[in-house]
């Protein structure tokens, strides 16, 4: 027998009150189907009995993004590689606004960022290359063999391994988690964890689907992001700033990734059994822009900027 992640409370409110909305199969990996529950107090939605964290991986096998990091042949791999090397510098562009915003200009203080579920370590090594002091989580063995070639990036296993007794705990100024909190068991705890890794004046970036999304509420339970099993929580703009107030956090600012509908949709048609996704897909990504121009809340993901509450 599978051991279960059984949630008998909402892991937000605490409400017992747990209701299906949407039965989603896993159309990556296996083909199982699981349900979506939503609490009926603050409306915050999750995978039930979705497979614990010692026997998701087989539901993570299809994966293989180590040998697509490394190939430049063909045009996919190149509009890949050039969708990548722009979202990278986004990314950058975004961390370093974020930090100069808090801190004086010209301070020679060193950056610390700590990502979370770093991968291949493409992100942390386009912050090095600015001049961050870069560590990392990650936890797959290839991908850490990985960034360890290509990068000279050593990465931990995971948050644990950074995880001291206050005294000698090392804090960071940016901890960044891009698309990886709706994977990991333990949501408060995780929560948790980083805020005490956070410096006081520290800035947590969150990427996350979006379940309330102008596309997710078009596809329901064939939108691509619910990403089940893989994906245990699934957050909106205020069930992220519930989660991040339980934990003694709060949102500063969102900004939308208006790109992420292109795909998502893509991919979402698929899975409905349209013979054209790719047509389908671009016209939902289109429509999507344009909601998500008056308003960001719209978007298929966000990128959410907390810090602390002190
Ligand atoms: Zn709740």
New binding site residues.
Partial sequence: MMKKLTITH??????KKLNPVHECKDYFALGDCFMIKE??????RFTDEAPSEDEIGIYYKAEDYVSHSDTQKGIVNKLYHFARNMMLRKKGNMVDDIYNYNHKEGSDQKKHILDIGAGTGYFLNEMNERGWLVEGAEKSDDARVFADKHFKIELARSIADYMGTPSNMKKYDIITLWHVLEHLENLNGSLNDIRSLLKDNGNLILALPNCASYDARKYKEYWAAYDVPRHLWHFTPETVSMVASKNGFEVERIAAMPLDAFYISMLSEKYKGNKLPFVAGMLTGMSSLLRVAKDPKQASSIIYVLKKRI
Avoid at 10 to 15: A, D, E
Avoid at 39 to 44: K, R
Wanted: proline share 8%; hydrophobic share 15%.
């Fill in positions: 909402c892991p937000i409110c605490g409400s609490c009926e107090s603050c409306g915050f």
